[in-house]
């Protein structure tokens, strides 16, 4: 049987954690920062674990990650 491809978009937006969960970072932190406030710009600095529902679908993606 032929390999599997990664989703190549998604090799870089991913990162997966010891325990086999994946980890992503929030979305609008790239442009149009002047009207965001301070404390939620550092609140989106963090990353996060990928929900429950999307890491079936992660997986599928990412077969060799």
């Not at 049987?1 to 979305?27: L, V």
Request: charged share 45%.
């Amino acid at each position: 049987m032929p390999k599997q491809k990664s989703h190549s978009s998604s090799k870089k937006r991913f990162r997966k954690t010891g325990t086999g969960k994946f980890r992503r970072n929030k979305a609008f932190k790239k442009h149009i920062l002047t009207k965001k406030a301070p404390k939620r710009k550092r609140q989106l600095r963090k990353s996060v674990i990928v929900s429950d529902s999307d890491q079936k679908r992660l997986r599928k993606l990412l077969p060799y990650k």
